[in-house]
């Protein structure tokens, strides 16, 4: 299904407006509805950078090889005491090929370091610092590919099918911050 991208007033998601602050750094939920689901968001492998390291590790060669500059905010160097996870922050698009769509189980364990007691997140996998043969799920933000199988699912199911425009947003990261949009299926 193709989607059209539109802006739309935000005055569409004024029920926002009502929530925690904290929410909106993790998510909301909109209590009240008959059912839910998780989305799990798509993560992706590239077997060429396999035993290449962790993210970290990456990060780590690249910044005493002067390659990167090193992340100061306020006076303080955040490569000093951090960990480069490997998971990317806010609207993440589909990688091109080699990369490989692959499965949350793939990557899990039921080891001590994967704690479960908490909704899909994180804490689900047993890694500090993912391989940089991978991609992991994008948290805090569906990713394009998520996103589209959201939208074909809802438009399905809506009463105009895929007419129904579908409200997005508040959107984060690069150019998008703060933006509400719509979208619909062509007519």
Do not use: K
Not at 4 to 20: F, I, S
Not at 28 to 54: F, I, K, R
């Amino acid at each position: 299904m193709s989607m059209e991208r539109v802006e739309a007033p935000a005055t569409l998601l004024t029920w926002l407006a009502d929530r925690h602050v904290w929410e909106s750094t993790t998510g909301y939920d909109a209590a009240g509805w008959q059912s839910s689901t998780w989305v799990l968001h798509s993560m992706y492998e590239n077997a060429s950078l396999a035993g290449l390291g962790t993210h970290d590790e990456l990060h780590r060669h690249r910044l005493e090889s002067g390659d990167l500059a090193p992340e100061i905010v306020g006076g303080i160097n955040l490569d000093e005491d951090t960990t480069n996870t490997g998971i990317p922050l806010g609207f993440v698009v589909r990688p091109g090929s080699p990369w490989r769509r692959a499965l949350w189980s793939q990557h899990l364990t039921d080891g001590p370091a994967s704690d479960r007691s908490h909704p899909p997140c994180h804490r689900w996998f047993p890694y500090r610092s993912w391989p940089v043969a991978v991609q992991p799920p994008p948290e805090g933000s569906l990713d394009e590919e998520s996103l589209d199988a959201l939208l074909d699912t809802l438009s399905r199911w809506s009463v105009d099918g895929p007419g129904t425009d579908c409200i997005c947003g508040p959107w984060t990261g690069p150019g998008l911050s703060g933006r509400t949009t719509t979208f619909s299926a062509p007519r």
